[in-house]
């Protein structure tokens, strides 16, 4: 069964501090998904990664194809920055299916 | 606005009653999605399109169906709505190698 594994569920942290959240997922994705939920419930996406890392502002997405693992990672935390982040898989080619994991809920304390 | 548009926001049907969720996107994005949210299950994903006229079905199919008339319009029809499917419901799209855009959901309680 194609699963994608998320830790920790939740997690809070002090502004200022980082903060690392992890994926791991079983055999066959094609491409790895970052995505934010805010307290609204509007869902953003954050990166998209087949290998390397990418980064974007105080955010930075690695995976390690070898390991099927990755990693989100907030540098320099904020409380805006308190969300939900989902990590998500494609299986069955880029365009396939999306398993997504259940989510780590981050909060992030003034 | 360049997005995602999804119809209605809320939703309270009864038992046995049938309904359309609209989705639209105007990126001209060839893949579109539906997906449902629920408490411990996180996200999954109901149907998806990779262009007009073709569609497949996602990890929980049953009681959905969909059509891909346009590249604009990705409906979500449920056919005899039950309990069991209330939820919240997001349509996304993307381009072929960028990531998701998502529609603001449509929170659907069956009663």
């Known amino acids: 069964k194609n699963e994608v594994e998320q830790s920790p569920q939740n997690l809070t942290a002090q502004e200022g501090e980082f903060i690392t959240i992890n994926c791991s997922y079983s055999?066959?994705?094609?491409?790895l998904h970052w995505l934010q939920q805010h307290p609204g419930g509007g869902i953003v996406s954050l990166f998209m990664l087949s290998s390397g890392k990418k980064k974007h502002g105080r955010l930075i997405a690695t995976i390690n194809i070898q390991e099927k693992h990755s990693s989100l990672h907030i540098t320099a935390s904020h409380p805006r920055d308190s969300a939900v982040y989902i990590c998500a898989g494609n299986y069955g080619g880029s365009q396939g299916n999306l398993i997504f994991g259940k989510g780590t809920k981050l909060s992030v304390k003034p | 606005n360049a997005g995602v548009t999804q119809t209605p926001k809320f939703q309270v049907l009864k038992t046995g009653q049938s309904m359309t969720l609209q989705c639209a996107q105007d990126m001209n994005h060839e893949y579109m999605s539906w997906y449902r949210q629920d408490p411990g299950m996180g996200l999954r994903l109901i149907h998806y399109?990779?262009?007009?006229?073709?569609?497949d079905q996602g990890e929980v199919p049953n009681g959905y169906n969909v059509s891909r008339s346009t590249t604009e319009d990705f409906p979500l029809r449920l056919l005899s709505a039950a309990p069991s499917q209330t939820s919240v419901y997001f349509c996304?799209?993307?381009?072929?190698?960028?990531?998701?855009?998502f529609g603001s959901g449509t929170r659907l309680t069956v009663v």
């Open positions: 996304a799209s993307r381009a072929f190698w960028y990531g998701y855009t």
């Open positions: 055999v066959g994705i094609s491409a």
């Open positions: 399109s990779v262009g007009a006229g073709i569609t």
